[in-house]
């Protein structure tokens, strides 16, 4: 018998989704269960205009395409992970 999606038990919080023993379990679990709309609401972030700044950067065009050659490898933005850099580089200047 198959399970229509309003005879799914909501998930409301995600401390409420268990760590599964195995991929059957898991597979048992969300056969029954599903995520609440506001969770995976909630669960987007959306970048806020006040929460971040735009500023110039000036690069050598060698090191920029190095740069994104890397970013490239790891499938990521280029921009993104500059900022992945120096924010990991910020926690360890502020630990020092």
């Known amino acids: 018998m198959e399970t229509s999606s309003a005879d799914l038990k ?3 919080a995600w401390k409420d989704v268990p760590a ?3 991929e059957e379990a ?3 679990f ?3 269960h599903q995520l609440d709309a ?3 609401q909630s669960s987007i972030h959306r970048a806020d205009v006040r929460e971040s700044t735009t500023i110039t950067l000036r690069f050598d065009p060698r090191m920029l395409s190095r740069i994104k050659r890397v970013a490239r490898r790891r499938y990521l933005n280029y921009q993104s ?8 580089r910020m ?3 502020l630990k020092d």
């Open 30 to 32: 969300w056969a029954e």
């Open 81 to 88: 992970m500059i900022k992945q850099w120096l924010s990991e």
């Open 10 to 12: 909501p998930i409301r």
């Open 91 to 93: 926690e360890q200047e």
């Open 26 to 28: 898991e597979g048992r």
């Open 38 to 40: 506001r969770l995976m």
């Open 20 to 22: 599964f023993e195995s």
